[in-house]
């Protein structure tokens, strides 16, 4: 574990006896601010993961995040650099040193073909899919699941390498359920913790005596795809609409609840 972190300036950090300089905030996730870092010794550019946690559970969901990066040395999945704990007036932080890829998210790249009313190649999109079918295979290979794959947590590297990232969902492949409790559990933590228009049918509405496993990922991936194919997922629209993504995915099928969603919109 990370150790020996202290605040040497307001500009600068010190992790593992690293110092490193905060360039500028690139992102706020849900659970987390991400900052670009810049390393003394190296000069590489590097992103700064600062994971508030609340309480006990929160530092272990943390540290967790932090043992998912240290089990894998693939390329389709993030490494971890460097990582540290701090504690502030009460409150910790868990601070995780990534390697930082520029090119962002497969979502901003989508994104950005969108906008200019483009399209992703077919050989480009089986290209990237490709790499994220792999990292996710060394991720189910070792007995996990990832349970939040979705374009903004797949980063594109300048040669369009897809790098898996965000692993705080991460857990054991097969859950087995028993019970309406256990069920109930489940569910909760999967409404938290999975992209709710990525998120597997089964974890919608979880059944009191089941298997939940790493086809959760497959479901993810086949919304990836879609996708990287249509430059937004198969259930965005009925979000964007406020209607229930639930019923969407557990009754309909991705193709047709899209294309009524199309429909509607151009008819409005
Ligand atoms: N290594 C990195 N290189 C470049 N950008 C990064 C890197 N890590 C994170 N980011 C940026 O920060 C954003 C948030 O990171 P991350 O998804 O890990 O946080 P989170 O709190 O778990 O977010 P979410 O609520 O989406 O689950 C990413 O979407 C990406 O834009």
Known sequence: ??????????????????????????????????????????GRFYALKRILCHDREG???AQTEV???RMFNHPNI????????????????????????SKGSLWSVLE?????GSSMPESRILHIFRGICEGLKAIHDKGYAHRDLKPTNVLL???DKPVLMDLGSMNKARIEVKGSREAMTVQDWAAQRCTISYRAPELFNVESHCIIDEK???????????????????????????????LAV????????HAASLKDSRRS
Not at 10 to 32: A, P, V, W
Not at 112 to 116: I, P, S, T, Y
Not at 218 to 237: A, H
């Open 1 to 42: 574990m990370g150790h020996a972190l202290c605040i040497c300036s307001r500009s600068s950090i010190t992790i593992d006896n690293k110092r490193y300089y905060f360039i500028q905030k690139l992102d706020e996730g849900g659970f987390s601010y991400v900052d670009l870092v810049e390393g003394a010794q190296d």
């Open 59 to 61: 530092r272990k969901e």
């Open 67 to 69: 043992e998912m990066h």
């Open 78 to 101: 993030l490494s971890l650099t460097g990582h540290a704990v701090m504690e502030r007036g009460g409150k910790s932080e868990a601070w995780l040193l990534l390697p930082y890829i």
């Open 112 to 116: 950005k073909l969108r906008d200019k």
């Open 157 to 159: 590297e300048e040669n």
């Open 216 to 246: 959760t990922d497959i479901w993810s991936l086949g919304c990836v795809l879609y996708c990287m194919m249509m430059l937004e997922g198969p259930y965005d629209l009925v979000f964007q609409k406020g209607d229930s993504v639930a």
């Open 250 to 257: 557990q009754n309909r099928s991705p193709f047709h609840s």
